[in-house]
């Protein structure tokens, strides 16, 4: 073996070098092509998917909402889950059935859909709950019904905890109310959080989204298939940037937001519908629907079989029963019953 002279020496370390500087320019090429499919997805993503909706401007927020249904019935409100926007409860079916007896409002939440999600504040289940109360308030609705669904159910919950005479009763559907380990939060959290988040976001995460997006979804409507009418659903909206980043801050916030929220359930005095698919993939029922009911008096809970994750898809005839339940209800109905039935959940089947 031949010394190492420092010629030689001088020729490997430059190759080395050039070797660097050629993945690095390769890498910020890879990047670049990224960032700019990603900004030519989300332009057509838009114009192909326009506001379905109208706009108000609540505390220097614009935001996005859909409502339909005759102005005087009892008011509805749909908060959709995190990742998702206005047309989750439209390709249900659930919004225009309900609008058939309820005034029905579905607000893409801040970040989600068209909605803005304003830097410099932390849009937690109790920022969210006060922007959405004071829309409501502005477009005239009174003691509604507020429906939520997964992360919309904290939301809900915020709502009625922080302003316990605005919500006429609750429908809380496949909801994380207790924290417990979510393995997947780390990975999920990536596009939400600053200077990492914005290049992922903007360049490879819509792209790798994409990917994972069937096996998701698959596993969201486990153990039923993904109905047909799903294919409507706009997922291109939901892997723009903007959206990664709000769905992304809401899956780090989702465990201390749920802790925070669990110390005063306790505080809740209001008719409170649970409804949970029994075999639901993503968030255990025993774990999270079944506890709460327990912990709460005036609720009533309802485990659907052969259900998962997105109920409002897979059982609308059994949430629009439970709408129904809800706005009828009183605190002390769902007590008194809670107390003849305090170990069974009901069962639909």
Known sequence: MKPLTAA????????????????????????????????????????????????IKVDGVRLHYIERGPRDAQPLVLLHGDGSLVQDFLVSGLFDRAAEKYRVIAFDRPGYGYSERPDGQIWGPHAQAALLQHALLTLGVERPVVLGHSWGTLAALAMALDFPDYPHSLVLLSGYYYPTARPEVPLMALPGIPVLGALLRNTVSPLYSRLLW????????????????????????????????????????????????????????LPVVIMSGADDQFVDPHVHSARLHAELPQSDLHL?????????????????????????????????????FPAEPMQLS
């Open 8 to 55: 030689s020496y001088a020729i490997r370390s430059a190759d080395k070098s050039s070797a660097w500087r050629t993945a690095g320019l390769l890498g910020l090429a890879g990047m670049t092509a990224a960032a700019v499919a990603v900004r030519l997805r989300t332009r057509a993503a838009e114009e192909e998917n326009p506001p379905c909706g109208q706009f």
């Open 214 to 269: 069937p096996t998701l979804i698959r596993r969201l409507f486990a153990p039923a298939p993904v109905p047909a009418r799903f294919e409507a659903f706009p997922e291109e909206l939901v892997l723009r940037p903007s959206q990664l980043q709000a769905a992304g801050a809401e899956a780090g916030m989702l465990i201390p937001a749920a802790a925070a929220l669990s110390r005063r359930y306790r505080e809740l005095n």
């Open 304 to 340: 659907r079989d052969g259900a998962g994750h997105m109920l409002h898809h897979v059982v609308p005839d059994e949430v629009l029963e439970a709408i129904d339940q809800a706005a009828g209800a009183s605190a002390l109905d769902l007590e008194i019953e809670h107390l003849d």
